[in-house]
Protein backbone atom coordinates (compact mmCIF):
# COMPACT_ATOMS: atom_id res chain seq x y z
CA UNK A 1 0.00 0.00 0.00
CA UNK A 2 2.80 2.31 0.85
CA UNK A 3 4.93 1.45 -2.22
CA UNK A 4 1.30 2.19 -4.40
CA UNK A 5 1.14 5.56 -2.55
CA UNK A 6 4.66 6.38 -3.02
CA UNK A 7 4.04 5.71 -7.02
CA UNK A 8 0.90 8.13 -6.98
CA UNK A 9 2.86 10.64 -5.34
CA UNK A 10 5.60 10.84 -8.01
CA UNK A 11 2.86 11.06 -10.37
CA UNK A 12 1.06 13.78 -9.02
CA UNK A 13 4.31 15.57 -8.97
CA UNK A 14 5.43 14.69 -12.60
CA UNK A 15 1.95 15.95 -13.75
CA UNK A 16 2.35 19.40 -11.65
CA UNK A 17 5.73 19.96 -13.45
CA UNK A 18 3.93 18.72 -16.62
CA UNK A 19 0.89 21.54 -16.15
CA UNK A 20 3.70 23.84 -15.28
CA UNK A 21 5.26 23.40 -18.71
CA UNK A 22 2.27 23.96 -20.09
CA UNK A 23 1.42 27.12 -18.56
CA UNK A 24 4.85 28.40 -19.25
CA UNK A 25 4.32 27.42 -23.38
CA UNK A 26 1.27 29.70 -23.40
CA UNK A 27 3.50 32.74 -21.37
CA UNK A 28 6.61 32.36 -23.82
CA UNK A 29 4.43 32.25 -26.79
CA UNK A 30 3.18 35.42 -25.66
CA UNK A 31 6.12 36.73 -25.01
CA UNK A 32 8.05 35.71 -28.39
CA UNK A 33 5.37 37.69 -30.06
CA UNK A 34 5.23 40.35 -28.12
CA UNK A 35 8.95 40.69 -29.37
CA UNK A 36 8.36 40.56 -33.07
CA UNK A 37 5.11 42.58 -33.62
CA UNK A 38 6.41 45.91 -31.44
CA UNK A 39 9.04 48.20 -31.84
CA UNK A 40 11.69 48.29 -28.68
CA UNK A 41 12.00 52.35 -28.26
CA UNK A 42 14.46 52.23 -24.73
CA UNK A 43 16.82 49.75 -26.40
CA UNK A 44 16.72 51.73 -30.03
CA UNK A 45 17.61 54.85 -28.39
CA UNK A 46 20.68 53.12 -26.80
CA UNK A 47 21.70 51.37 -29.48
CA UNK A 48 21.26 54.55 -31.66
CA UNK A 49 22.17 57.20 -29.30
CA UNK A 50 24.13 55.61 -26.24
CA UNK A 51 27.80 55.80 -28.16
CA UNK A 52 27.41 59.79 -28.10
CA UNK A 53 25.86 60.02 -24.94
CA UNK A 54 28.18 57.61 -22.97
CA UNK A 55 30.96 57.75 -24.83
CA UNK A 56 31.74 53.76 -24.30
CA UNK A 57 31.13 51.16 -27.05
CA UNK A 58 30.71 48.88 -25.20
CA UNK A 59 26.58 49.15 -24.70
CA UNK A 60 26.11 46.83 -22.34
CA UNK A 61 29.10 48.40 -20.29
CA UNK A 62 26.94 52.06 -20.77
CA UNK A 63 24.13 50.12 -20.02
CA UNK A 64 25.48 49.10 -16.50
CA UNK A 65 27.26 51.56 -15.63
CA UNK A 66 25.32 55.12 -16.70
CA UNK A 67 21.41 54.40 -17.70
CA UNK A 68 20.77 51.88 -15.01
CA UNK A 69 23.75 52.57 -12.28
CA UNK A 70 22.00 52.71 -9.57
CA UNK A 71 20.57 49.02 -10.32
CA UNK A 72 24.74 48.39 -10.52
CA UNK A 73 25.00 49.73 -6.69
CA UNK A 74 22.35 47.31 -5.93
CA UNK A 75 23.99 44.21 -7.34
CA UNK A 76 27.75 45.17 -5.98
CA UNK A 77 26.44 45.48 -2.37
CA UNK A 78 24.84 42.06 -3.03
CA UNK A 79 27.89 40.37 -3.50
CA UNK A 80 29.47 42.46 0.03
CA UNK A 81 26.25 41.34 1.71
CA UNK A 82 27.12 37.47 0.76
CA UNK A 83 29.92 37.88 1.84
CA UNK A 84 29.91 39.54 4.96
CA UNK A 85 26.73 36.35 5.83
CA UNK A 86 29.55 34.02 4.83
CA UNK A 87 32.39 35.80 6.97
CA UNK A 88 29.73 35.13 10.12
CA UNK A 89 28.32 32.51 9.38
CA UNK A 90 31.25 30.18 8.84
CA UNK A 91 34.13 31.78 11.18
CA UNK A 92 36.29 28.47 11.60
CA UNK A 93 39.89 29.30 10.87
CA UNK A 94 41.59 25.92 10.77
CA UNK A 95 41.18 23.88 7.56
CA UNK A 96 41.91 20.32 6.82
CA UNK A 97 40.11 19.71 3.63
CA UNK A 98 43.02 18.79 1.62
CA UNK A 99 44.75 16.81 3.77
CA UNK A 100 47.20 15.03 0.89
CA UNK A 101 49.21 17.02 -1.44
CA UNK A 102 49.40 17.39 -4.99
CA UNK A 103 52.63 16.81 -7.19
CA UNK A 104 54.92 19.21 -8.01
CA UNK A 105 53.77 19.11 -11.36
CA UNK A 106 50.42 21.07 -10.33
CA UNK A 107 52.26 23.40 -7.91
CA UNK A 108 54.60 24.74 -10.99
CA UNK A 109 52.04 25.07 -13.12
CA UNK A 110 49.74 26.84 -11.06
CA UNK A 111 52.52 29.02 -10.44
CA UNK A 112 53.55 29.55 -13.85
CA UNK A 113 50.00 30.65 -14.91
CA UNK A 114 48.97 33.01 -12.28
CA UNK A 115 51.01 36.10 -13.76
CA UNK A 116 49.11 35.61 -16.90
CA UNK A 117 45.58 35.32 -14.68
CA UNK A 118 46.59 39.05 -13.39
CA UNK A 119 47.33 40.39 -16.83
CA UNK A 120 43.97 38.82 -18.03
CA UNK A 121 42.24 40.13 -14.88
CA UNK A 122 43.69 43.78 -15.09
CA UNK A 123 43.14 43.80 -19.42
CA UNK A 124 39.36 43.01 -18.98
CA UNK A 125 38.56 45.68 -15.81
CA UNK A 126 40.34 48.56 -17.73
CA UNK A 127 39.09 48.04 -21.32
CA UNK A 128 35.79 47.26 -19.87
CA UNK A 129 34.05 50.24 -21.43
CA UNK A 130 35.31 49.14 -24.95
CA UNK A 131 35.69 45.88 -25.87
CA UNK A 132 34.13 42.53 -24.01
CA UNK A 133 34.54 42.73 -20.49
CA UNK A 134 34.17 44.90 -17.61
CA UNK A 135 34.35 44.90 -13.45
CA UNK A 136 32.61 41.96 -12.62
CA UNK A 137 34.19 39.44 -15.22
CA UNK A 138 37.39 40.82 -14.52
CA UNK A 139 37.03 40.47 -10.89
CA UNK A 140 35.96 37.13 -11.55
CA UNK A 141 39.33 36.59 -13.33
CA UNK A 142 41.38 37.86 -10.57
CA UNK A 143 39.82 36.22 -7.47
CA UNK A 144 40.76 32.86 -9.00
CA UNK A 145 44.20 33.39 -8.45
CA UNK A 146 42.83 33.14 -4.67
CA UNK A 147 41.13 30.43 -5.46
CA UNK A 148 43.95 28.27 -7.14
CA UNK A 149 46.26 28.97 -4.60
CA UNK A 150 43.91 27.40 -2.03
CA UNK A 151 42.99 24.73 -4.21
CA UNK A 152 46.50 23.86 -4.82
CA UNK A 153 48.26 24.50 -1.87
CA UNK A 154 46.62 25.11 0.97
CA UNK A 155 43.77 27.77 2.95
CA UNK A 156 46.78 28.94 5.43
CA UNK A 157 48.97 29.51 2.49
CA UNK A 158 46.71 31.40 0.17
CA UNK A 159 45.55 33.32 3.69
CA UNK A 160 49.59 34.13 4.32
CA UNK A 161 49.39 35.71 0.40
CA UNK A 162 46.31 37.61 0.97
CA UNK A 163 45.76 38.93 4.66
CA UNK A 164 41.71 38.10 5.03
CA UNK A 165 42.12 42.43 6.57
CA UNK A 166 43.35 42.96 3.74
CA UNK A 167 40.95 41.42 1.36
CA UNK A 168 38.16 43.11 3.47
CA UNK A 169 40.08 46.59 3.39
CA UNK A 170 39.98 46.03 -0.87
CA UNK A 171 36.25 45.00 -1.09
CA UNK A 172 35.66 48.36 1.67
CA UNK A 173 37.61 50.59 -0.54
CA UNK A 174 35.36 49.80 -3.81
CA UNK A 175 32.24 49.91 -1.78
CA UNK A 176 33.11 53.57 -0.74
CA UNK A 177 34.60 54.21 -3.82
CA UNK A 178 31.24 53.40 -5.96
CA UNK A 179 29.86 55.38 -3.90
CA UNK A 180 31.86 58.51 -3.52
CA UNK A 181 31.92 57.89 -7.43
CA UNK A 182 28.27 58.71 -7.57
CA UNK A 183 28.15 61.44 -5.15
CA UNK A 184 30.59 63.41 -7.56
CA UNK A 185 27.42 63.57 -9.99
CA UNK A 186 25.22 65.19 -7.47
CA UNK A 187 28.44 67.89 -6.45
CA UNK A 188 28.49 68.60 -10.47
CA UNK A 189 24.73 69.92 -10.42
CA UNK A 190 23.22 66.81 -11.91
CA UNK A 191 21.70 63.33 -10.47
CA UNK A 192 23.47 60.50 -8.33
CA UNK A 193 25.39 58.09 -10.30
CA UNK A 194 25.08 60.53 -13.38
CA UNK A 195 28.07 59.81 -15.62
CA UNK A 196 27.49 61.42 -19.24
CA UNK A 197 24.43 63.60 -18.64
CA UNK A 198 26.64 65.19 -15.94
CA UNK A 199 29.35 66.36 -18.62
CA UNK A 200 32.41 64.43 -16.82
CA UNK A 201 34.19 64.44 -20.88
CA UNK A 202 32.91 61.70 -23.01
CA UNK A 203 36.21 61.34 -24.79
CA UNK A 204 37.12 59.93 -27.89
CA UNK A 205 34.77 57.26 -28.59
CA UNK A 206 36.97 54.01 -28.55
CA UNK A 207 40.03 55.05 -26.67
CA UNK A 208 40.99 53.56 -22.93
CA UNK A 209 40.55 56.97 -21.12
CA UNK A 210 36.99 58.18 -22.61
CA UNK A 211 33.38 57.67 -21.41
CA UNK A 212 33.62 59.71 -18.35
CA UNK A 213 34.17 58.22 -14.83
CA UNK A 214 33.20 54.49 -16.44
CA UNK A 215 37.03 53.12 -16.19
CA UNK A 216 36.94 54.36 -12.75
CA UNK A 217 33.62 52.67 -12.07
CA UNK A 218 34.85 49.94 -13.72
CA UNK A 219 38.22 49.44 -11.33
CA UNK A 220 35.75 50.26 -8.05
CA UNK A 221 33.95 46.93 -8.81
CA UNK A 222 36.57 45.00 -10.41
CA UNK A 223 38.51 45.49 -6.43
CA UNK A 224 35.30 45.22 -5.14
CA UNK A 225 34.12 41.77 -7.11
CA UNK A 226 37.35 40.23 -7.18
CA UNK A 227 37.85 40.47 -2.91
CA UNK A 228 34.45 39.15 -2.31
CA UNK A 229 34.58 36.02 -4.22
CA UNK A 230 38.00 35.57 -2.60
CA UNK A 231 36.36 35.91 0.70
CA UNK A 232 33.47 33.88 -0.15
CA UNK A 233 35.54 30.64 -1.52
CA UNK A 234 37.82 30.46 1.42
CA UNK A 235 34.81 30.69 3.94
CA UNK A 236 33.31 28.00 2.76
CA UNK A 237 36.17 25.87 2.43
CA UNK A 238 37.17 26.36 5.57
CA UNK A 239 35.91 23.77 7.69
CA UNK A 240 36.58 21.79 11.50
CA UNK B 1 14.49 30.16 -32.41
CA UNK B 2 11.17 28.41 -31.34
CA UNK B 3 12.80 25.32 -30.38
CA UNK B 4 14.86 27.06 -27.89
CA UNK B 5 11.78 28.47 -25.80
CA UNK B 6 11.13 24.73 -25.20
CA UNK B 7 14.62 24.12 -24.52
CA UNK B 8 14.11 26.81 -21.83
CA UNK B 9 11.04 24.92 -20.56
CA UNK B 10 12.58 21.93 -20.46
CA UNK B 11 15.56 23.18 -18.13
CA UNK B 12 13.35 24.69 -16.06
CA UNK B 13 11.05 22.20 -15.49
CA UNK B 14 13.75 20.22 -14.89
CA UNK B 15 14.97 22.12 -12.20
CA UNK B 16 11.56 22.60 -10.70
CA UNK B 17 11.26 18.66 -10.71
CA UNK B 18 14.82 18.76 -9.36
CA UNK B 19 13.33 20.94 -6.08
CA UNK B 20 10.10 18.98 -5.55
CA UNK B 21 11.18 15.47 -5.70
CA UNK B 22 14.72 15.36 -4.13
CA UNK B 23 15.33 14.79 -0.57
CA UNK B 24 19.40 15.59 -0.77
CA UNK B 25 20.07 19.37 0.14
CA UNK B 26 23.13 19.78 -2.01
CA UNK B 27 20.77 18.37 -4.85
CA UNK B 28 17.80 21.18 -4.06
CA UNK B 29 20.54 23.63 -4.25
CA UNK B 30 21.45 22.34 -8.05
CA UNK B 31 17.99 22.46 -9.02
CA UNK B 32 18.04 26.16 -8.12
CA UNK B 33 20.80 26.81 -10.24
CA UNK B 34 19.39 24.71 -13.35
CA UNK B 35 16.03 27.39 -13.15
CA UNK B 36 18.13 30.04 -12.86
CA UNK B 37 20.37 29.70 -15.99
CA UNK B 38 17.17 28.57 -17.88
CA UNK B 39 16.13 32.07 -17.45
CA UNK B 40 19.63 33.74 -18.20
CA UNK B 41 18.37 31.51 -20.95
CA UNK B 42 15.39 33.33 -21.49
CA UNK B 43 16.69 36.95 -20.93
CA UNK B 44 19.01 36.26 -23.89
CA UNK B 45 15.97 34.72 -26.19
CA UNK B 46 13.77 38.16 -25.69
CA UNK B 47 16.95 40.41 -26.42
CA UNK B 48 17.82 37.96 -29.35
CA UNK B 49 17.34 39.77 -33.30
CA UNK B 50 18.30 37.07 -36.35
CA UNK B 51 21.65 38.22 -37.77
CA UNK B 52 22.44 40.42 -34.82
CA UNK B 53 25.94 41.53 -33.61
CA UNK B 54 26.88 41.68 -29.55
CA UNK B 55 25.80 45.19 -28.93
CA UNK B 56 29.98 46.87 -28.94
CA UNK B 57 29.54 49.47 -31.62
CA UNK B 58 33.91 49.70 -32.82
CA UNK B 59 32.26 49.86 -35.90
CA UNK B 60 29.14 50.71 -38.33
CA UNK B 61 27.11 47.47 -38.04
CA UNK B 62 23.18 46.76 -39.70
CA UNK B 63 21.56 45.29 -36.62
CA UNK B 64 22.72 45.03 -32.96
CA UNK B 65 20.75 42.89 -30.37
CA UNK B 66 19.36 44.51 -27.27
CA UNK B 67 21.47 45.60 -24.59
CA UNK B 68 19.42 45.91 -21.95
CA UNK B 69 18.54 42.49 -21.72
CA UNK B 70 22.35 41.08 -21.45
CA UNK B 71 22.66 43.92 -18.79
CA UNK B 72 19.71 42.27 -16.60
CA UNK B 73 21.50 38.83 -17.49
CA UNK B 74 25.02 40.07 -15.73
CA UNK B 75 22.31 41.15 -12.69
CA UNK B 76 21.36 37.63 -12.64
CA UNK B 77 24.58 36.21 -12.93
CA UNK B 78 25.94 38.13 -9.82
CA UNK B 79 22.71 37.45 -7.36
CA UNK B 80 22.75 33.68 -8.81
CA UNK B 81 26.57 33.65 -7.70
CA UNK B 82 25.86 35.14 -4.17
CA UNK B 83 22.83 33.34 -3.39
CA UNK B 84 24.24 30.03 -4.52
CA UNK B 85 27.16 30.76 -1.89
CA UNK B 86 24.86 31.83 0.82
CA UNK B 87 22.48 28.85 0.35
CA UNK B 88 25.90 26.35 0.55
CA UNK B 89 26.52 27.88 3.66
CA UNK B 90 23.66 27.40 5.22
CA UNK B 91 23.70 23.76 4.27
CA UNK B 92 27.36 23.47 5.79
CA UNK B 93 25.66 24.43 9.11
CA UNK B 94 22.87 22.33 8.93
CA UNK B 95 25.32 19.63 7.87
CA UNK B 96 27.43 20.33 11.15
CA UNK B 97 24.51 20.57 13.28
CA UNK B 98 22.49 17.71 12.08
CA UNK B 99 25.31 14.95 10.51
CA UNK B 100 22.71 14.66 7.56
CA UNK B 101 21.58 16.51 4.47
CA UNK B 102 18.12 14.69 4.16
CA UNK B 103 15.38 17.09 4.61
CA UNK B 104 13.28 14.35 5.88
CA UNK B 105 15.89 13.63 8.73
CA UNK B 106 16.27 17.08 9.91
CA UNK B 107 13.21 17.53 12.10
CA UNK B 108 13.84 20.34 14.55
CA UNK B 109 13.94 23.62 12.30
CA UNK B 110 11.95 26.13 13.20
CA UNK B 111 11.98 29.33 12.23
Known amino acids: MSRLNERFTKLYKIGLVITFAYFLLVLFYDIHNLGTDRKRYLSEHYISQGVQETGATNLVASVLYDYRAFDTLGEATMILTAATVLAFLVPITKATMFGTPFKSIVNQTVKLIIPYIAVLGAYLILFGHISPGGGFVGGVVLSIIAILLTLTYSVEFSEYIFKPDQKKFIEDIGAIGFVLLGLLGIFTGSNFLSNGQANFGTGNAGEVFSAGLMPFINLMIGLKVSAGLAIIFNSLIKEK | ?111
Not at chain 2, 18 to 47: A, D, F, H, R
Not at chain 2, 49 to 78: F, H, S, W
Open chain 2, 1 to 111: MEIAYVAVIILFCLGMYTIITKKNLIKIVIGITIVESSLILLLMLVGYKPGGTAPILDKRYEIVVDPITQALALTTIVIGGSVTAVMLAMVIKLHKRYRTLNIDEIRKLRG
